[in-house]
């Protein structure tokens, strides 16, 4: 009998070890797992990385982990953007390693894990002082950078909906990095607005299989 | 007297060449209000990063998801056709060539078709990339959306970038608030100019060298 | 106004040239677009290079391509099934090339072509008679072998339903490569059961958005 | 006197060690054998490489969708929480380590866990390889369920394979008619042998040299 559904919050994040390599979904504040998060925060997993698109903003969900210095490092496209004050401070003070990737990249680095890739050559970033370092080949013309797979202990996901085997569905623009973090890490957690029965969600609309999916839990909409 | 044209003429330029059925995405900023002059003749479906194809524009004050949002982080509606997928999928259509055009923001342009349009100052603000250097990359078409000099008077157009590459040789015409220039193997060939304004004029604020073409073309106003 | 619904059959196949590569859809006789193969056949192409699972069954579809001779060579991962005799015939004679592919690297170089990559390392085919002549890398502990983009001119899909714009949703397991050859390829050509109104497809359930189709027929289920 | 295992009993052997829960992957031909004799209390969710999870047993004759194909293109069904996805999401799975057990036939098993499934004769039939590879190397675990020696009496069970890999060092664990055994640095281990069977007897129809498990299993019959 397969049932991921979890209790609690705190059931949905235990087990989280100190320097685990954590993928959080989001873009803004769109398909961010906050509630996840916050209930990371509260169980204590310290020297995270944290692979995410934005740094958080004001006090909630990234930001707040960063401020409480839990985040030794964080892999992202867009740390800057209004309000990613704790991110820009600790940056300042060199306290948080940046590693800044692609948006493209990013996403595509993480799919190669989940894939099971041993990486690939992108034209993106060629040329640039991201492809610093990197191994550069021309392939179809074009100059092409290799990028590495990226892969998660973690991944704390929010999806709209799911079933007792871990199937998804989401809502709109909130699905973004979910489905493809959910496939790259080793234990895929997620949080939903409400659970289905087994065989409601139509087969040919799932959108994350439950193979990716360890834990899930329900969180009300706000 | 030069007379540099109102954003909303410099966008209506842009629309004009966009082909009726082209699939767009339009960079965070200026090169949003092209999508607000686009005439009703033409059906051009909109692109956005975080998983959206068939982008429509901003809902009524106090309706709409929270988390359909646009790459700019700003509320948007879907249209009907539209679709939603998850990111690396998004990027897909970015980095694969399906995109047919992308209007782009830009610090600067060289000649050779170079574009800086990611960061300025890389020592005291943490670095942001976003999807830039992904649409940059992969869009059929570049075009790029700028005021032709900065705020301070300072030419954008160069014999080559001093800013960070966002990529390397992708811009094909630039559109500026004095002028329309194409990014030839020659370097930049200016095919129209703003109304009044004097090939000496225009070559005065611009650092690369310019040629012009045969039959140079008045940007319209008003 | 995008309107990508063709109205006959020849319509869908026109302009398809002698040499084109073109992806065919299909995995057995599930998710074959036989009308489209027969619609080719008749069109006169001669010279293709096909890329497609099998290599055909009996005296319809590819297998009919494979014995007017018009196939030069076949890049698949599974050329011999009961009733292949026109491949097995022809390939005895020296009269078709054979690129074997494992399915997944098969699958796998179509996406990497529509994702615009360079290419990618897999484990796949690393120590067997697959690898022969390319480039193997260690890389996260284990032997990984450089496969190449595998872009098509043409790619040949069957779905289940279409909007004006082209948005697709399969039926069951005869989805199966259609998704990625239709991003792999410059010209792709669906057919499909039914059209539907642009708006009915739900924009969470759309499998192939229409930014990768290019015509699409209707072609009543047998 | 040899009395080897009933195929039945062999895919009850093999059955019993697929944990309730699993995510598995019956290759074609004897291993399909194992989903029919799973008992009630174990809820495991087959996969298809042409793109199902949650695939069910053959439908009543005459019923059923005729695209709804497994992998040995043989009609099945989707239970309650299966989904459909296309096939590189399906190798995905796969390739990316997703799939907790493969179940695999074999012409040759070496030593070292080499496997050798998908050819033996290069010169006078088209080679084919389907998804053998990939699920070789991607499975979290390779089980491999074959008689021990071929019909002509040849031991399979070798210290190198002489037939062309399917993949290096992967096969953990081997189900012949005659005996279970673990693939381990130290070569093959014996934990279980038919009944009546002696290990002079084993060792005489193995190629490979055996070490035998300090308490020897019997195989259960009937």
Redesign the interface.
Known sequence: ??DKRVATLADAVAGIGDEATVLIGG?????VPVELVHALLDQGARDLTVVTNN?GSGERDVAALIRERRVRKIVC?????AGSIW??EL??AGEIE?E??????L??R?????????????????????AEGKEV?V??G???VFE??LPGDVALVKAHRA???G?L????????????MA?AAALTVVQVEEFVE??E???????T????VDRVVAVRAP | MIAPLAAVDLARRVAADIPDGSYANLGIGLPTLVADVVGPDKEIVYH?????LGMGPAPAPGTG?????NAG?QPVT?LPGGA?????DA?MM??GGHIDVTVLGAFQVSERGDLANW?TD?A???????????LA??AQRVLVMTTHVTREGRPKLLPRCSF?????GVVDRVYTDLAVLDVTPEGFVVLEMAPGLTAVELQGLTAARLSFADELGVLPTG
């Open positions: 009998m397969i873009f803004g504040d769109s398909g740094a496209s867009y740390p800057r953007s991110f820009e940056w300042r940046l800044l990737v692609p948006q493209g990249t996403s595509e993480m799919r190669a894990a989940g894939a099971g890739l041993g990486g690939f050559f992108t034209p993106t970033g060629a040329d640039t002082l991201l080949r392939l179809g074009r100059r092409q590495e797979p079933d007792r085997w199937n569905v989401y809502r709109t623009a909130a699905r973004n990095f979910g489905p493809t496939t087994l065989g969600l139509d087969p040919e609309a799932v959108v299989p439950g193979i990716y | 956005s990063e975080n998983g959206i998801d929270p988390e359909l949002i982080k879907l939603f997928f998850h990111h690396t990027f970015m980095r960061i890389v005291t603000m943490p670095p942001a990339v976003g999807g830039a250097m992904d990359v992969g960070p590459l966002t990529a390397a």
